[in-house]
């Protein structure tokens, strides 16, 4: 069994779902992998079965039987990596915005000191590609909105592209994670920003996906925005 793991969660991902394993599985450094399907009616679940037979020791597949989110898409599959007792647990998109090359530089980090390692799109300058200036400009000021509100100094707040070491999922209480879209990848990075943990950002080059469909939408965003003033109040009151 491979030190890491990741965790990729999809919903009609058949596109991009075979590629994205492959891609995992040929990088030197060993990693497993766990998909997190919300019974996709496009198959994406059936597609993972098949390449299972191909890597049945490194191919993991946990089906959920509705959409529920992405937050809870990862906290199952957070729970899952616990009980199988990797050291490394990643978060990683299905759709190649992430490149599956950076999870060496994210591990490297968190084998460095890190306990969390955060693949940034902002630390080094502004790195994202095919997105429309309307979006950058979003997701980057959501990111100074975050800073400001929470105090924490991380460039790239809402990055979906992490690795922790088990000791943080395993301090954080996962069943008390609140939220599902950009707000949940806040959450995460704010609850180890309490507990003390050492978050470094590795810089990467974000590229929007060129298959499938985004899952953004506009209660995501607004769940985002209300959900970062949630969470320093709770801090304050001692509820968090």
């Not at 529920?68 to 915005?97: P, Q, R």
Request: glycine letters at 6%; a positive charge; one cysteine or more.
């Amino acid at each position: 069994m491979a030190q890491g793991i990741v965790i990729i969660p999809t919903f009609n991902e058949i596109e991009n779902i075979e590629a994205i394993i492959k891609a995992v599985f040929a990088l030197k450094t060993p990693f497993d992998v766990l998909i997190v399907d919300d019974n996709s009616p496009d198959g994406t679940a059936a597609k993972v079965k098949e390449i299972q037979q191909k890597f049945p020791s490194q191919l993991h597949l946990k089906i959920r039987m509705k959409k529920s989110g992405l937050g809870t898409a990862y906290v199952a599959g957070f729970k899952w990596a616990l009980s199988h007792e990797y050291d490394y647990i990643f978060e990683m998109d299905a759709d190649f915005s992430h490149n599956p090359n950076d999870l060496e530089k994210l591990l490297a980090a968190c084998e460095n000191g890190a306990d969390v390692a955060i693949g940034s799109r902002y630390s080094n300058g502004v790195n994202v590609v095919n997105w429309p200036l309307s979006r950058v400009l979003l997701s980057y000021f959501a990111s100074v909105y975050v800073r400001m509100i929470t105090g924490m100094k991380i460039a790239d707040a809402t990055a979906g592209f992490k690795c922790y070491r088990r000791t943080v999922l395993e301090k954080i209480n996962l069943d008390k994670i609140k939220f599902v879209g950009y707000a949940f990848q806040i959450e995460m990075k704010y609850r180890a920003f309490v507990n003390k943990f050492i978050i470094v950002e590795v810089p990467i080059i974000f590229t929007d996906r060129t298959k499938g469909q985004s899952k953004m939408s506009g209660g995501i965003i607004r769940e985002a925005v209300v959900g970062v003033i949630m969470l320093r109040l709770r801090k304050i009151f001692n509820r968090l």
